[in-house]
């Protein structure tokens, strides 16, 4: 059974960093494609970053480029999600997801993804 768990949410101050970490279980993560979602309070979930199988296309939500960087770790089967100059706005339920490779939406739409996890809380707050 494929399966997708988050890991490290938490508290953070606003400018703080925090790393999270999505194990998958069931499947080879590297022979996805994979991205990472985010629903804050009373929001729409949105695409956040999103990344083909081939790591020849990602997509940036602009509110996160330059701030937020995506990584596999083939070695443990999980996907890295690196949180930089974190902002109050950045406070949201973040959910790792998967696509087999022909379903894979270049444009990170959040209806998209064939696998989600449950999501993990990240609070950015003084």
């Known amino acids: 059974q494929l399966q997708l768990v988050e890991s490290g949410g938490g508290l953070v101050h606003p400018g703080g960093s925090l790393r999270l970490s999505c194990a998958a279980s069931?499947?080879?993560?590297?022979?996805?494609?994979i991205g990472w979602f985010r629903q804050a309070p009373g929001k729409e979930r949105e695409g956040v970053i999103c990344?083909?199988?081939?790591?020849?296309?990602?997509y940036y939500e602009d509110s996160v480029k330059g701030r937020f960087t995506i990584a596999r770790d083939n070695a443990e089967n999980t996907v890295i999600l690196q949180m930089n100059s974190l902002r109050p706005e950045d406070t949201a339920v973040y959910y790792c997801?998967?696509?087999?490779?022909?379903?894979?939406?270049?444009?990170?739409?959040?209806?998209?993804?064939?696998?989600w996890g449950k999501g993990t809380l990240v609070t950015v707050s003084s």
């Open positions: 997801a998967s696509w087999v490779h022909s379903d894979y939406d270049p444009f990170c739409r959040p209806y998209s993804p064939d696998h």
């Open positions: 990344m083909n199988e081939s790591e020849t296309s990602i």
């Open positions: 069931g499947f080879t993560l590297d022979d996805y494609a």
